[in-house]
């Protein structure tokens, strides 16, 4: 079950939206995330929270708000075409 989970600012940085992972980090202690996992949304803004597959995160990103679904957790932070196929974007995001 371990291997099935990754914290979030982990995942943030290996899925490249953030350049650095205390970007991320920062991100998330200041402007916080909401993850959905069964049907339950919680705001979080703790870094080491963590995501698996099939969370849907909301966060703010350096490009701008982000909804995504979580397809896989990434292995490493890889080039992006590789990074994009760990998460699908969801449309009717803020």
Known sequence: MTDE???LDVFLWRARFFKARTSATEAIEAKGARIERDGQVRR????ATPVEPGDILAFAAPSGSKLIRILSLPLRRGPPSEAALCYE??????
């Open 44 to 47: 979080v803004d703790k870094p």
């Open 5 to 7: 989970r990754m914290r």
């Open 89 to 94: 974007a969801i449309s009717g995001g803020s």
